[in-house]
């Protein structure tokens, strides 16, 4: 998804405009996997399932907070709050009350944060040895929006923190994850109708003893119904 990149003093406003976006987005896979682990009677698989909603609350709840914290940095750069000291009866710097706190510092921790929320989605949609097919979206239109909204603040975030801290670069490997985890859980739907190919058939009839079995029969039951 192509996203203008913003200036400077508008990054903390864009990444908290991508994170509502985010935090709406997930509600709909959360809603799908829900009801899905709700409607499975196989427990494993209905337990993969559930976890992966479980995955889901946890990024959003992140998201949430993070939302709180990015927008208490914006209030301290409005207000001219960056790490004041309280002062002696000299007029002087006292260091035993600490200071203010520090939009850079805070912003650091949102950048660990979103990170942190891009683990928790990449953990949900793992791939399990039984169940490998269960990892993709339910909704891949709205989780498309939120891996790549997730993305683009955790840019915005370091972008911004750039000027102040070379240690966001740690962060490139998580962009570069969800681009990755976007692509590989998100693809778009087939088609009703479409069909399997052939070759996606003899795949399944290789793959699958009990499709096999299930061709086998259909095939002496189309025989029969042709010699009659």
């Not at 809603?31 to 976890?51: H, I, N, P, W």
């Not at 301290?76 to 002087?92: P, T, V, W, Y």
């Not at 912003?107 to 039984?130: E, I, P, S």
């Amino acid at each position: 998804m192509a996203t203008q990149q913003p200036t400077a003093e508008d990054c903390i406003p864009f990444a908290v405009a991508q994170l509502v976006t985010v935090f709406e987005n997930l509600g709909a896979e959360h809603q799908a996997l829900m009801a899905e682990g709700e409607k499975t009677a196989a427990k494993e698989r209905r337990g993969t399932v559930l976890r992966m909603g479980e995955g889901i609350a946890s990024a959003a709840h992140t998201v949430n907070q993070t939302v709180g914290v990015l927008a208490a940095v914006h209030g301290m750069r409005a207000l001219g709050i960056n790490r004041q000291f309280a002062k002696d009866s000299e007029g002087r710097d006292y260091s035993p009350l600490n200071t203010l706190g520090s939009p850079a510092e805070t912003l650091f921790d949102v950048a660990g944060y979103l990170d942190a929320a891009a683990n928790t989605l990449k953990k949900a949609y793992g791939q399990t040895r039984k169940h490998p097919g269960l990892a993709v979206a339910r909704c891949p239109r709205q989780m498309s929006v939120a891996l790549s909204g997730l993305r683009v603040a955790l840019e915005t975030v370091c972008l911004d923190l750039n000027d102040t801290d070379e240690a966001v670069a740690e962060y490139a490997s998580a962009q570069e994850m969800l681009s990755e985890l976007e692509k590989r859980v998100c693809r778009p739907v087939p088609a009703q109708g479409t069909g399997l190919t052939p070759d996606e058939v003899a795949a399944a009839i290789r793959a699958n003893p009990d499709v096999a079995r299930a061709a086998a029969v259909a095939l002496a039951a189309e025989r029969l119904t042709h010699a009659g």
